[in-house]
């Protein structure tokens, strides 16, 4: 079994089509085909349904792809750990979660950058679901997300926030529940799923609300006055510092932004050096 014929098999997994693995790869149809019937025969189990519209993954084959992904990780893993510089450099890639974008976090990469310019740092935003999957499927080297973790990740460093019922301006009094319309990010945003709990014990249905997928756009209607949210008090500054803003119930008040990594042997310079300056600043913060 080769490493190429895996990333073959792979390919053709994620494609669901033959055709397109092979555009995809810059191979001509005929090898991938005969390197898939290759792996097959070594195996000696089918690794796909055939169908007209393309080609879906047996059992065998979807076991067989757990491992791929493994062992595919295992030897760039293996590549970089032999190759690594004794001082940060290369490329690292960073997920953000829309909440943590304030000015200590831009700090950090400000100071990063000037530190390491050795460095290619790039960043990406999602939700914390899609930023945890992207960290274990090696697309990402960390990131930050809110929320609860899988055992497979590991935090490097966890941030405590106070949730908060967001309004236009300090002026206006403590919301009506009942018949105020909120501004809520997708499913899976767990400052929802904290809102809905609490309007749930409150026996109120999230029913009146405005589904936007940027923080941005969700400050930017509650400062409108067309809807209140719930988000963790950090976000107040620059031009939400005059928001209005409310405790809310202990058992819904407190929330956890975490900067994970995958739980593997090897840990890269780069993401290392990130790691510690993040937590230098988010300490100083925490003494100011």
Not at 7 to 14: G, H, N
Not at 93 to 116: A, K, P, R
Not at 194 to 221: A, C, D, H, N
Request: aromatic share 8%.
């Amino acid at each position: 079994m080769e490493l190429t014929d895996l990333k073959v098999f792979l390919r053709i997994a994620e494609e669901g089509n033959i055709t397109r693995a092979a555009e995809q790869l810059g191979y001509v149809q005929s090898n991938v085909t005969a390197r898939i019937k290759k792996l097959e025969n070594e195996l000696g189990v089918p690794l796909f349904n055939r169908h007209s519209n393309g080609v879906t993954l047996t059992e065998k084959g979807a076991t067989l792809r757990d491992y791929a992904c493994s062992i595919l990780n295992l030897s760039e893993e293996a590549i970089r750990s032999v190759q690594e510089t004794p001082y940060p450099s290369g490329c690292l890639t960073i997920g953000v979660v829309d909440t943590v974008h304030c000015g200590y976090f831009i700090q950090s990469l400000s100071d990063y950058q000037n530190m390491y310019p050795d460095v290619s740092l790039s960043l990406l935003t999602g939700s914390s679901a899609e930023l945890i999957s992207q960290v274990l499927n090696y697309q990402l080297d960390g990131a930050f997300v809110t929320g609860s973790l899988p055992p497979k990740v590991v935090a490097e460093y966890v941030d405590q926030d106070e949730v908060k019922l967001l309004t236009k301006s300090k002026e206006q009094p403590f919301p009506d529940l009942a018949t105020t319309k909120w501004a809520v990010a997708p499913s899976g945003c767990p400052f929802r799923s904290t809102l809905e709990k609490w309007l749930l014990s409150e026996g109120i249905p999230l029913t009146r609300m405005i589904e936007v997928s940027s923080l941005e756009t969700q400050l930017g209607i509650v400062r409108s006055g067309l809807a209140a949210t719930l988000l963790p008090s950090s976000v107040l500054s620059g031009e939400c510092a005059d928001m209005g803003s409310y405790s809310i119930p202990e058992a819904y008040r407190h929330s956890t932004t975490s900067l994970i990594r995958r739980n593997d042997r090897f840990r890269n310079k780069a993401f290392s050096a990130f790691a510690e300056l993040v937590k230098v600043n988010f300490e100083i913060k925490e003494h100011l």
